[in-house]
């Protein structure tokens, strides 16, 4: 098991351009969830899915914001027509239903230029 | 809805000082709480976390916190800061334990002066 895994570590990209972060959960664990950091702040819940469902997706900050788990195992964050205001840490996080909270991978700084 | 403070968003202690971090939540039912330490660059790791039972919860590196319904707080404390210490904390919030979502305070930087 080598924890949640998150690619890629740092992403640069122009305004108006799509990114696609991805994330490789814990194995045996069936949620996943996103979540953005902004400098100085918490983490800021985005959405989540449990195996390949996305139960809640009302948080995601705009409709430019897209998830996906189609097998139920890694996910993908899309982001289109980046703007500079999306420049942050992306964070994925994964836990099983056992109650054992979660499991937070190293994060995708993006930056948008 | 609920929500969660963290009294000073940056706390300063000497090598071997008692650390005291302050959070307080606001629920609308029995919260699930969390802390959560970031060092530079990296992800959240769980340092401990408060469900049900005793309400006085150790998690590692030798912090603990204490939840206190009637006070709506979840301090963490330390009796002995070490340098290794010096990061990010941020306390949580949730109504079930592995449940659908997350609230985090701002976060306190701790720094610990030699």
């Known amino acids: 098991d080598t924890g949640v895994s998150q690619n890629p570590r740092h992403k640069i990209t122009k305004r108006g351009q799509n990114v696609t972060f991805r994330c490789d959960p814990i194995?045996?664990?069936?949620?996943l969830y996103w979540y953005r950091q902004t400098l100085g702040q918490g983490p800021e819940f985005l959405t989540y899915f449990q195996n390949e469902a996305q139960l809640e997706k009302s948080r995601l900050l705009s409709d430019r914001f897209s998830a996906e788990r189609p097998k139920g195992s890694f996910s993908t964050l899309e982001i289109q027509r980046t703007e500079q205001g999306d420049s942050a840490m992306y964070l994925c996080?994964?836990?099983?239903?056992?109650?054992?909270?979660?499991?937070f991978g190293s994060g995708t700084r993006l930056t948008v230029v | 809805a609920q929500s969660v403070t963290q009294l000073g968003s940056h706390v300063s202690v000497s090598e071997g000082a008692l650390v005291l971090l302050r959070c307080n939540y606001s629920s609308s039912v029995p919260p699930y709480l969390f802390w959560y330490v970031q060092y530079p660059n990296q992800g959240l790791q769980l340092l401990l976390k408060y469900t049900t039972g005793a309400t006085l919860v150790k998690g590692i590196n030798g912090f603990e916190a204490e939840f206190k319904k009637s006070e709506t707080s979840f301090h963490l404390t330390k009796p002995s800061a070490h340098m290794s210490d010096a990061a990010e904390y941020f306390c949580a919030v949730s109504h079930n334990n592995a449940g659908n979502m997350l609230t985090f305070g701002g976060g306190t930087r701790l720094m610990v002066k030699p």
């Open positions: 194995s045996e664990h069936n949620r």
């Open positions: 996080a994964s836990s099983s239903t056992l109650g054992d909270g979660y499991t």
